[in-house]
Nanobody
Framework: VQLQASGGGLVQAGGSLRLTCAASGRTFNSYIMGWFRQAPGKEREFVAAINRNGVNTKYDDSVKGRFTISRDNAKNTVYLQMNSLKAEDTAVYYC???????????????????WGQGTQVTVSS
């Protein structure tokens, strides 16, 4: 599986961005998809994830109510809509595939076995 993340950029606090992650392969709808982020000097952390059919989602408390994860299985794409951005959202954002779980949406890095290259999101205050 190959993942290509895009959509990052520089935005003012309170603004919005939509990240896109395009996946290769014909079994995209078999995978749980996740977004993680890594700020300078910090470990990579879970942001959001979505199950195979897009019905169930999970969010870190820090982004609940502001970020929305969604997917389009026909386009092999997962999205992260980020609203009301804060300076503390500044990080490199990564999309990832959990190919081993059928139902459970994991939040640890170890639950995900394929990773994209990351896209930089910078929020100015």
């Amino acid at each position: 599986v190959q993942l290509q993340a895009s959509g990052g950029g520089l935005v003012q606090a309170g603004g919005s961005l939509r990240l896109t992650c395009a996946a290769s392969g014909r079994t995209f709808n078999s995978y749980i998809m996740g977004w993680f982020r890594q700020a300078p000097g910090k470990e990579r952390e879970f942001v959001a994830a979505i199950n195979r059919n897009g019905v169930n989602t999970k969010y870190d408390d820090s982004v609940k109510g502001r970020f929305t994860i969604s997917r389009d299985n026909a386009k092999n794409t997962v999205y992260l809509q980020m609203n009301s951005l804060k300076a503390e959202d500044t990080a490199v954002y990564y999309c990832a595939v959990n190919s081993g779980s059928y139902y459970y949406i994991g939040t640890s890095e170890g639950s995900y076995d394929y990773w994209g290259q990351g896209t930089q999101v910078t929020v100015s205050s």
